[in-house]
């Protein structure tokens, strides 16, 4: 089953901030984010692991809480290239392990 | 060269046409996906393998089917193209493990309509 990402949108103004959450009805092992410009291919941002770390990026980190089988995506002093699709990907364990389920994905929108 | 290439890039066909879309990679890696893009629904799983003689079934298998030839290499089949299968096509691969940096590597995708 996908996991739920909100908001759907959002649009930011550069420098200001923004979280995206991920919400899973099943167990995690991992979670992945993704940034997909339009017209192009998803990429890789990061990956976290069951045990609740958070993980930075730039100005971009994001938390993961296997307990209630969520993660955020914190984007934070946005910058006009942080605009595009960002999509969670989720990993559960057993036969779910080794593949992602992404979620529905959310348009980011940053303007000057 | 691109790490993950996909080809073709774009393709019409038409209804009933039998279509191959192949994708190949150099990064070494062992597990190979392919994933069908729609607007509004994000990416879903059809088809993954985990190495040459390991291929199981996505979310969204029905209707078609794919043939990992060597490691680098692993191609989708439409058996009998339907419009329903116009979509944005993407590979991805990945190495085994968890490390921090280990995630999928997509290909630019292939972008097929179906008329």
């Known amino acids: 089953q996908q996991p739920v990402q909100s908001p759907q949108a959002v649009i930011l103004r550069e420098g200001e901030d923004a979280v995206i959450n991920c919400s899973s009805s099943?167990?995690?092992?991992?979670v992945h984010w993704y940034r997909q410009k339009h017209g192009e291919a998803p990429v890789f941002l990061m990956i976290l692991l069951k045990g609740g770390e958070q993980k930075g990026h730039e100005k971009i980190s994001a938390s993961f809480n296997e307990k209630k089988q969520q993660s955020s995506l914190y984007l934070t002093a946005s910058q006009l290239s942080y605009s595009g699709t960002y999509f969670c990907?989720?990993?559960?364990?057993?036969?779910?392990?080794?593949?992602?389920?992404f979620g529905q994905g959310t348009i980011l929108t940053v303007h000057p | 060269d691109a790490d993950v290439t996909q080809t073709p890039r774009n393709r019409i066909t038409k209804t009933g046409k039998r279509i191959m879309l192949e994708c190949s990679q150099t990064?070494?890696?062992?597990?190979m996906y392919w994933y069908r893009q729609d607007p509004g629904l994000g990416l879903r799983l059809i088809y993954y393998?985990?190495?040459?003689?390991?291929?199981n079934k996505g979310e969204i298998s029905d209707g078609y089917s794919v043939s990992r030839q060597a490691q680098a290499k692993f191609s989708l089949s439409l058996e009998s193209a339907i419009p329903n299968q116009t979509a944005l096509y993407f590979c991805?691969?990945?190495?085994?493990?968890?490390?921090?940096?280990?995630?999928?590597?997509f290909g630019s995708g292939t972008r097929l309509t179906v008329v």
């Open positions: 991805a691969t990945k190495g085994r493990g968890s490390s921090a940096n280990d995630g999928y590597t």
């Open positions: 393998s985990f190495d040459v003689k390991d291929i």
């Open positions: 990064k070494g890696h062992d597990r």
């Open positions: 990907g989720t990993e559960g364990g057993g036969t779910s392990y080794g593949k992602l389920t």
């Open positions: 099943k167990a995690l092992y991992s």
